[in-house]
């Protein structure tokens, strides 16, 4: 499917920082819920998490999610189960991790199924007690189960993680925009550390203590209005993808909220005076001069 233009995320090491990408947390942490949040996830997860794949289905109140990777037993080679185990178990620590991203705090797993003999009793109940869930090991293939009400979470921005990883995507998206006044600058901060969709202007206009009268007349006497905004903080982002993913301009323009990719063309170029497709090239064509110089 897509992979990251730079960077082997492949290995054990990477999954608990699966996240730390900043555009990688705009693709998960925008989403409207947990719903959105594992649509994206499965859809996009060759450029998440492109060593370890999971196929979804739901049944009555469960959402299964399976390990399409081959399963630790169904190898003959020692080391090999070993790291196809450990792989696993990252994934599992990270995801775990969700309960606590995405409103009360109580864990996303309802049961896993790992596809590895029990060893002992104290690793099976050391595992449980992390996960916080039953643990059952099976012959079979590795899965995992989660509530069907857990997909109606929303992200918890004040989770510290949460609020850690949009500080730093903060911060990438600024650097592509110019804003004209520091309510500017404040209003386009605010974007990019709210987790779900875009704050409408009745939002921004509470965030920022002000009505939306005031808000309004304000951002006049800038010269702009709050649509621009948001239009330039869509394009920020757009700008992040094309620069640090492989993915099709299409795919981006529906990342950012534009259900007509022509519209997208349109507005990108009108913004930057290139295409999405030029300014990736130019931006390419920039790096390599950058490193013939060394």
């Given at each position: 499917?897509?992979?990251?233009?730079?960077?082997?995320?492949?290995?054990?090491?990477?999954?608990?920082?699966?996240?730390?990408?900043?555009?990688?947390?705009?693709?998960?942490?925008?989403?409207?819920?947990?719903?959105?949040?594992?649509?994206?996830?499965?859809?996009?997860?060759?450029?998440?998490?492109?060593?370890?794949?999971?196929?979804?289905?739901?049944?009555?109140?469960?959402?299964?999610?399976?390990?399409?990777a081959p399963d630790p037993l169904s190898t003959s080679s020692a080391p090999h189960r070993e790291c196809q185990f450990q792989l696993i178990k990252d994934w599992?620590?990270?995801?775990?991790?969700?309960?606590?991203?995405?409103?009360?705090?109580?864990?996303?797993?309802?049961?896993?199924?790992?596809?590895?003999?029990?060893?002992?009793?104290?690793?099976?109940?050391?595992?449980?007690?992390?996960?916080?869930?039953?643990?059952?090991?099976?012959?079979?293939?590795?899965?995992?189960?989660?509530?069907?009400?857990?997909?109606?979470?929303?992200?918890?921005?004040?989770?510290?993680?949460?609020?850690?990883?949009?500080?730093?995507?903060?911060?990438?998206?600024?650097?592509?925009?110019?804003?004209?006044?520091?309510?500017?600058?404040?209003?386009?901060?605010?974007?990019?550390?709210?987790?779900?969709?875009?704050?409408?202007?009745?939002?921004?206009?509470?965030?920022?203590?002000?009505?939306?009268?005031?808000?309004?007349?304000?951002?006049?006497?800038?010269?702009?209005?709050?649509?621009?905004?948001?239009?330039?903080?869509?394009?920020?982002?757009?700008?992040?993808?094309?620069?640090?993913?492989?993915?099709?301009?299409?795919?981006?323009?529906?990342?950012?909220?534009?259900?007509?990719?022509?519209?997208?063309?349109?507005?990108?170029?009108?913004?930057?005076?290139?295409?999405?497709?030029?300014?990736?090239?130019?931006?390419?064509?920039?790096?390599?001069?950058?490193?013939?110089?060394?």
């Amino acid at each position: 499917m897509f992979s990251v233009t730079n960077n082997d995320t492949r290995g054990a090491n990477f999954l608990p920082l699966m996240f730390r990408r900043e555009i990688i947390a705009h693709l998960l942490l925008s989403s409207e819920n947990f719903d959105e949040w594992l649509c994206r996830y499965l859809l996009y997860q060759d450029l998440i998490c492109p060593a370890l794949l999971v196929q979804q289905d739901v049944k009555g109140d469960d959402v299964n999610l399976y390990f399409l990777a081959p399963d630790p037993l169904s190898t003959s080679s020692a080391p090999h189960r070993e790291c196809q185990f450990q792989l696993i178990k990252d994934w599992l620590m990270c995801w775990a991790r969700l309960g606590e991203m995405f409103g009360d705090g109580a864990p996303p797993f309802r049961r896993v199924e790992l596809a590895l003999p029990l060893s002992s009793l104290e690793f099976k109940r050391s595992l449980r007690q992390r996960l916080g869930c039953d643990v059952r090991f099976v012959s079979g293939g590795t899965r995992v189960v989660i509530p069907v009400e857990f997909l109606r979470k929303s992200v918890n921005s004040t989770d510290p993680l949460v609020a850690e990883l949009l500080s730093a995507l903060s911060k990438r998206v600024l650097e592509k925009l110019e804003p004209q006044s520091l309510l500017v600058e404040k209003i386009y901060r605010i974007m990019a550390s709210h987790a779900g969709a875009i704050p409408t202007m009745e939002i921004m206009a509470g965030k920022l203590f002000k009505s939306v009268r005031t808000l309004r007349r304000h951002l006049r006497g800038d010269g702009v209005n709050y649509q621009e905004l948001v239009v330039n903080y869509r394009i920020a982002v757009a700008k992040c993808y094309l620069l640090d993913t492989n993915l099709p301009a299409n795919e981006i323009a529906r990342l950012v909220n534009y259900a007509d990719s022509s519209n997208f063309y349109r507005v990108f170029r009108y913004t930057e005076g290139v295409t999405p497709s030029q300014y990736r090239n130019r931006a390419s064509l920039n790096t390599v001069d950058d490193l013939s110089v060394l």
